[in-house]
């Protein structure tokens, strides 16, 4: 079962993916492709209930980039979690294109990666498989917290050592 | 040099921990062997054909008398009594057992060292010009950004799921290029722009293995508040665009090469126009606090070519020999930069026992300040002798077995460990270096051939750096059996060039007559005072080719 890891608490996740042969449900907030999105653009967005998009790894953030604002979800894929394109994406949606809704990580999301993704910018991730949400969130906290620091500039996470460094001297 | 504060220590240190955490899992079965994989090549740990190996990173090749200790103690504790150093101013050792490595990296800690992405498909070790700092035709210390670039590059989230290797290097010497920076996915050289500025300019897509490519120029200068912003502007056209279908075209190279050098310069120019003047500026103050690290020791005011140097080369023809071909001038009058040629015969190139680590400490300690550096070339480097000391640093050298005076000559081989070690290998490269360093053994002969770099690598890989030797030779399989191709006319440095492969390859059994025949060709149609290198680019293969191939004719 996939579990919905999002600010670090395991929940139920309300949305529902949509694969592109599929009908779409009724009612709910779906999750659709970009093939969809693109091809379904005027009835979908009309949907009440909330819409998110989601791209392969090889789909950059830049194709839907005047959309932005009607998704509350982007769902970024990772195919094989060797395959970091979507870090780079998430950045870029939250620092160049300033998407303000929720980025998340679908496909094959490993604990080890919890913190080099949430310092990217995604704020929630779907975990495949059987493990409790206790233990998801602590693996959540375990992994955040396994180095204390950070050099360089990120979305999220802590302050950059270079700064912490300088603050003193400037101050 | 660089040493730690607060902060650099807990990074090393959370690292360590999170490994041993990472291990544990990977015993009780809670990670996969594909999942650990990433995570253990991350912190250097490859499993070889026999055993695991663990790749320490030397940052920029530098390494004081203290930390060298630590390496002997590790190779002496954890290992089978040796180190080999690598082609990429790291350190391997090719027989730790899993249980212990965080044990060994416990020990890195104490003395500033890790094996922090020393592999993966991340931001690997950055390297640098081994006579940073001490060398006079010098702009600016490379190593205060390759330290900057090392802090940028640990741990980036975003950076390290690239698609393949990502490899850095700097030099500041103005006209010598001694860390082969344009085989790099980033080659970086410090210049001076006509206002004055020190900046630097930037090359994209070198790299040897299967397609070997020099890098491109894509940018004349950076400002130094840039560097960070601009690197992370390349990296993330990389990251985005590289091809991930292939493992053999992901590297940045072949990204340059099919966008085209334009096209690519454009988009990192797009990425560093949103990255320039934000979080990434680099302050003037760390440049300050770095380069703080790197000020010059304080030497003693004495004069070049002293009496008792000048006597003693006039004296002991060894001693000459060793000083005309290992030692550098030095940028401080009275000093000198020595090498310790790592080459011996009849050793694998870059080993070096835990005894003689220990020995090169106490030898740095007592001739040069306690540095030391490791260079590309698989040699060491002592960078602030006095030239008054010089013989007796020689004498403590040769009671070592480290004073081979062979450097870049044709004895200084560069060598990949090959087929003896290495799960990627065809070919056996090892035997071939010794086998060829005892046809050559003959010093007299080395030096009348001249400068000549020989390269050797066990596979398309091209660690052993073949297609940038003036004579490279690359193992193949063929039918089962390891065969030699030679490929004339490659080089490493300023003069950078692709070796090109020049006929059939040769047995094991044949490969040390062909290069002794190659050799002779060279001396047979060599002008005066011609290097190898020149006379190959002065008449091409052909005379080669010939003497290789057609003697029945």
Known sequence: MTKLLKDGKATTDPWTHVADGDDLPADGPVIVTLARWQAEHNSLAGRADGLGIRLESGQSPEAIKDDLARFAVVALEFPKFGDGRAYSHARMLKDRLGYEGEVRAVGDVLRDQYRAMHRCGFDALEIAGDRPADKLEADWRAALGELRHAYQPALRGPEPILRQRHRAAAA | MYRYDEFDHAMVKDRVEQF??????????????????????????????????????????????????????????????????????????????????????????????????????????????????????????????????RQWSTFHPEFTF??????????????????????????????????????????????????????????????????????????????????????????????????????FTRLVEKEFEDTQGGALDLPAEEIDRIAAYFQPPAYEALS????????????????????????????????????????????????????????????????????????????????????????????????????????????????????????????????????????????????????LRLKISGCINACGHHHVGHIGILGVDRKDQEYYQITLGGAPGEDAAIGTKVGAAFSAAEIVDAVETVVNTYLAIRQPKERFIDTFRRVGDAPFKESLYDKAA
């Open chain 2, 304 to 451: 070049d070519d002293p009496p008792a140097l000048t006597a003693r080369r006039f004296e002991d023809k060894d001693f000459n020999n060793w000083v005309r071909v290992n030692v550098a001038r030095h940028k401080a009058a009275g000093y000198a930069i020595a090498n310790i040629s790592l080459k011996p015969v009849g050793v694998p190139p870059g080993d070096v026992t835990a005894d003689q680590m220990d020995a090169v400490a106490d030898i740095a300690e007592t001739f040069s300040l306690g540095g030391i550096r490791v260079t590309h070339e698989q040699n060491l480097v002592l960078p602030d002798v006095r030239q008054d000391q010089l013989y007796d640093l020689w004498l403590a050298l040769r009671e070592q077995g480290l004073a081979d005076a062979n450097l870049d000559h044709i004895g200084d081989i560069i060598c990949c460990p090959g087929l003896d070690y290495c799960s990627l290998a065809n070919a056996r490269s090892i035997p071939i270096a010794e086998r060829i360093s005892q046809r050559f053994a003959d010093l007299e002969r080395q030096y009348d051939i001249g400068e």
């Open chain 2, 20 to 149: 041993r955490g990472q291990i544990a899992r990977r015993m009780a079965g809670d990670l996969t062997e594909e999942q650990f994989r990433p995570l253990r090549l991350q912190n250097g740990l490859y499993l070889q054909l026999h055993a695991y190996m663990l790749r320490v990173a030397i940052p920029y090749g530098q390494l004081n008398a203290v930390q060298m200790r630590k390496l002997a103690h590790i190779a002496r504790t954890y290992d089978k009594g040796y180190g080999h150093f690598t082609t990429r101013q790291n350190i391997q050792y090719n027989w730790p057992k899993l249980s212990q490595v965080a044990d060994i990296l416990d020990e890195l800690a104490s003395v500033e060292m890790h094996a922090i992405q020393t592999s993966g498909n991340c931001i690997r070790n950055t390297t640098a010009d081994q006579y940073a700092g001490v060398t006079a035709d010098e702009i600016e210390d490379p190593r205060i950004y390759a330290e900057i670039i």
């Open chain 2, 162 to 263: 690239l698609p393949r290797k990502f490899k850095i290097a700097v030099s500041g010497a103005v006209g010598a290029d001694r860390a082969a920076v344009r085989f790099h996915d980033i080659g970086l050289f410090i210049v001076k722009n006509d206002a004055g500025e020190v900046g630097f300019e930037v090359w994209v897509g070198g790299g040897l293995g299967r397609t070997p490519m020099i890098g491109k120029k894509i940018r004349g200068f950076v400002a130094k508040a840039d560097l960070l912003a601009y690197l992370e502007a390349v990296l993330r056209v990389y990251n985005m665009l590289g091809r991930r279908d292939n493992m053999y075209k992901a590297r940045v190279k072949i990204l340059v090469h099919e966008t085209g050098t334009e096209e």
